[in-house]
């Protein structure tokens, strides 16, 4: 693959990603009203990881629970609530 085919797939992949947080953040904004934005949180949460772990099963990327910054992780994860 050259450089133009590169350019063309990171352009894509943008795209791509913007239109699902956009879309995300459609689907929050018109089901907040009616459920709790915590349970939005966990849903969401839950989708995102069975993503990630479908994407390393299928490229046979090891998915490694490890972290060296503990400390960080925990308020990464107390900030997200």
Sequence with gaps: MNLSDNNIK???LIILGMFVFAI???LIKLISDSINIYVIYISRSLIGITVIL???KI???KVVFKTYYPITTILRVAGFF
């Design 10 to 12: 990171g352009i894509f």
């Design 24 to 26: 995300q953040d459609s």
């Design 54 to 56: 479908f994407y390393c």
């Design 59 to 61: 490229n046979n990327i």
